[in-house]
């Protein structure tokens, strides 16, 4: 007869069907498949039987490895600014001009080397460069183009 502190109940069924599971009796309970002990509340390691485990805050499954899918914080570099893309290096390297010490150019996706698009090419301003390739066209029919003469 077994001690008085376990409990046993009959299967009704295949794979222990209908039995209690020992994480019924635990602080937790059990995580979604009935069967493994919670760690803690809110499901809090029942990620660990996932192919690629817990995110590091021991709740979130990763999609991949090294914690692939668990969120910006857990990379090697950290969040950019957004707080949700990752940064591909220091100083947020990888997060977009936005985040760089000048801003963008005009274009919105190259970064500018200082104030006011200093160090933005030609091809970056609405109308584009001259035809030398480095004097900003100031409109869409060449104005500004001190090589062309247009009359319109």
């Known amino acids: 007869m077994p001690p008085s502190s376990v ?3 009959t299967a009704l069924g295949s794979d222990n069907y ?7 009796g635990s ?7 009935g069967i493994t002990p919670a760690h803690g509340p809110n499901n809090e390691g ?4 996932t192919p690629y485990k817990c995110c590091p805050d021991n709740s979130l499954p ?12 857990y990379t090697r570099f950290g969040c950019c600014p957004d707080n949700s893309t990752v940064a591909r290096g220091l100083n947020n390297e990888g997060c977009g001009c936005l985040y760089t010490p000048y801003g963008c150019c005009p274009n919105r996706f190259t970064p500018a080397s200082g104030r006011n ?3 933005c090419p030609c091809y970056t301003y609405q109308f584009g460069c001259c035809p030398d390739g480095i004097t900003i066209a ?3 029919h060449g104005q ?7 009359q319109i």
Not at 27 to 33: F, L, V
Request: aromatic fraction near 8%; hydrophobic fraction near 25%.
């Open 138 to 140: 100031k409109g869409s």
């Open 62 to 73: 990763a999609r991949g490895p090294n914690f692939y899918g668990c969120g910006c914080q």
């Open 46 to 49: 029942c990620c660990l039987s």
């Open 7 to 9: 409990i046993v109940s």
């Open 27 to 33: 602080i937790y309970g059990c995580c979604e498949d």
């Open 117 to 119: 698009f200093e160090g």
């Open 144 to 150: 500004g183009n001190s090589m062309i003469n247009i």
């Open 18 to 24: 209908g039995c209690r599971m020992p994480c019924h």
